[in-house]
Each structure stands twice: as structure tokens, then as C-alpha cells.
């Protein structure tokens, strides 16, 4: 595949004669594998897979090019498999995801495997920020999955329906209009919880007045959308409306300033200046989106405290939002595409206020 190739000319500059990779996103991305419960060890010329008895006749269906590696055996451990293809391969340097590896795997390893352990975290992940046309192309589509699964839901929510048989009906559907099975922790929450950025749908249900508030997505050949949007049931007070049309205007201001070149911490600046001299300023959240593929919240982030130059071809969420404690919570959430001058916007549902 062409990221082992990218992984390869990492490790030709770092003089380095293997990888070790634990991180799933990671391994999704270097093989296609679609399983669980897996490393890979990839050398300069060959390629290794380690996984368990159950994943073996998947792992020869999909990884054909793989040399595949049984490691849960009595007694074993992965450890124990790398060291005896350290010893057989005279490998003497291995590249390790030093920000995910547990430290009883790094301690097996130093213990039985002769070789001298590399730190490369998130040296895979920052391959992974700029998209091939594959990758866009699969994260538009499950961007498409999600907007027609928005179309439906709006139509189930009503007064009495809970948060929960909302939230339900939102997976199901995407998964009807084509997404993949893997689960995903959808956000669907109502009326005063709205406030919550990361609120839990509950057994409440929904209620005349309500603000509902749906951050949710799916995955598609394993790329992820996300997206958020706040709809309100029946007629929206003075202040419900008020609250929404700063938080539309956050969201626009702040995908003005998106093109390549820029950099990740101007864009919550450039959220607040619709906020100006107003009480909502102080009521909102400092990272305001991130890069999204395989994993939802990838590098690298829109916020202040992040410095990164952002690259044509990355995918970026961006989502501000203003959060009332006790009263509720405003977010409008795009899936973008970064261009030279500008951007895509993946997401078709448009941003004006849905009175349900």
C-alpha cells in the first residue's frame, strides 16, 4: 500500500531497520486492515501481522501480502513474537507509538527484545493529516450518510419522544442510508442539558420549548463524519433565537478565515469577533474543531494553544458554540474541506434555526 511506502521513507531517514505499530487507526491506515486486536512490525522488505486465532482467516483474506503471525499462544506474548523476528531478521532498531504503547508492553519488550526502541508518537498520526483523494472521497460520503440521516430524524422529534429513542433512531438510520456497523458515541441531548458539551442522551424527554442539540456522526470504509446541529421544538423564545444567530455567525466568521497557510489559532480568535460586547463571549469553549479521518478527534486542533500551519487537503470539523449553564447550549458543527484559497463545506444541511 502507499502509506507502508510513506511509513518505509520515514524510516530510511531515520535509519531505522523497523515499525512497530499498536495504535488501530494507525494499522488501519498503514494495511486496510478493518479487525481488532492487532500489531504490525514492518521492516524495511517485509511486513508482519500479529493478531489471534480469531482473526486469522480475515487477516489471510485481507492482508495478503501479510506474513501472518499467530502471537496469542500459551505462555506467549507479543513480546515475545517480535523478539524471535528481532533475532531472526537481525533487526537492531525498532520505531515505537511511544504515546500509546501500555507500560507493560514496553516493559515486555525492553526486557526480551534485542533491539534499541525508537520513540515515533504520532509520527503516523501527522501522515495522516493531509487526505489522498480515496480518503476524501470516503469522508464525504459518510459527511452524505449523515445529512440524510439528519433528514430523517428531525421528522421523529417531537414532544414525549426521550433522548435516547432519538439518539437510537439517528445510528439506525445512518446505518440504512449506508454506514458502516462500527459504533460511534452520538451526542443527542435536550432542553437545559444543552449546555453540555459533551452531554449524554438520558431516558428525558423532549419538551415544548426545547433546544435539541445533535453532534453525532458515522463512519464510512472507516473514514468518520461529525457534525452538529440545534434544532428547536415549536416556536423559539426571543433569547432562543437571539443565542442561535450569535452562534451562526461564530461559526461563519470563523470558517472565513479557513485556507491553507493559515494557522490553527486564529480561528477561535476570529470566532469571537461576532461576539463582541455582548454576554456571550465568556460563554464559550476554546477549541473550536479538528482534523477528523479514521479517528474523530485527529491533529490538528483549532485552538489557541495549537500553532499548526493547515495543509490543502486537510479535513476539519468546526464547531463553535455558546453554552448557558442551567439555561442550554447552542453548537452548529460543518465537516470542511481545506483548499489554497478556501474550503468545502461536506455538510449539506444548512445553518439556519429548524423550528420543529
Known amino acids: 500500500m502507499m502509506n507502508e511506502t510513506k511509513i518505509r521513507e520515514y524510516m530510511e531517514g531515520e535509519n531505522l531497520d523497523a515499525f512497530f505499530i ?16 492487532s500489531y504490525i512490525l514492518l521492516t524495511k522488505n517485509q511486513q508482519f501481522f500479529l493478531t489471534d486465532p ?24 507479543v513480546g515475545d513474537s517480535i523478539a524471535e523476528l528481532t533475532d531472526k531478521y537481525k533487526i537492531k532498531t525498532i520505531a515505537f507509538e511511544d504515546d500509546y504503547l501500555t507500560y507493560d508492553m514496553y516493559a515486555d519488550f525492553n526486557k526480551k527484545v534485542k533491539a534499541t ?56 438510520y445512518m446505518v440504512e442510508e449506508g454506514a458502516d456497523t462500527q459504533p460511534y458515541g452520538n451526542i443527542l441531548i435536550s432542553g437545559k442539558t444543552t ?14 420549548g426545547d433546544f435539541v442539540l445533535m453532534d453525532y456522526g458515522c463512519q464510512y ?29 461564530s461559526l461563519e466568521a470563523s470558517e472565513a478565515v479557513i485556507k491553507a497557510g493559515i494557522s490553527t489559532k486564529i480561528v477561535y480568535p476570529a470566532s469571537l469577533e461576532p461576539l463582541k460586547g455582548t454576554e456571550y463571549t465568556k ?41 448557558i449553564p442551567n439555561w442550554g447550549g447552542v453548537r452548529i458543527e460543518d465537516q470542511i474541506l481545506v483548499t489554497d484559497d478556501g474550503y468545502e463545506n461536506m455538510i449539506s444541511v444548512p445553518h439556519d434555526l429548524i423550528e420543529l
Open 22 to 37: 499498536a495504535k488501530r487507526v494507525n494499522i488501519r491506515f498503514a494495511s486496510g486492515w478493518t479487525g481488532d486486536d
Open 54 to 77: 480469531r482473526y486469522i482467516e480475515q487477516a489471510e483474506i485481507e492482508l495478503p501480502d501479510y506474513e501472518i503471525i499467530n502471537w496469542r499462544l500459551p505462555d506467549k506474548t
Open 117 to 172: 526502541l525508537f520513540q515515533a508518537g504520532q509520527i503516523i498520526d501527522a501522515m495522516r493529516v493531509v487526505k489522498s483523494p480515496e480518503e476524501i472521497a470516503y469522508l464525504r460520503i459518510s459527511c452524505e450518510i449523515a445529512c440524510r440521516a439528519f433528514n430523517r430524524i428531525v421528522k421523529d422529534i417531537r414532544v414525549g419522544v426521550t433522548e435516547k429513542e432519538l439518539a437510537a433512531k439517528l445510528s439506525l
Open 195 to 208: 449546555s453540555l458539551l459533551h452531554g449524554i442522551p438520558s431516558s428525558k424527554a423532549v419538551e415544548y
Open 221 to 249: 470504509h472507516g473514514y468518520m463524519s461529525d457534525m452538529t446541529r440545534t434544532v428547536v421544538v415549536g416556536k423559539p423564545t426571543a433569547k432562543q433565537k437571539e443565542v442561535y444567530e450569535y452562534a451562526k455567525r
Open 283 to 323: 460563554l464559550t469553549y476554546d477549541k473550536i474543531g479538528h482534523s477528523i479521518g479514521l479517528f474523530v478527534h485527529e491533529y490538528p486542533y483549532l485552538a489557541e494553544t495549537f500553532d499548526d500551519i493547515i495543509e490543502t487537503g486537510t479535513v476539519l470539523t468546526v464547531e463553535p458554540g455558546i453554552y
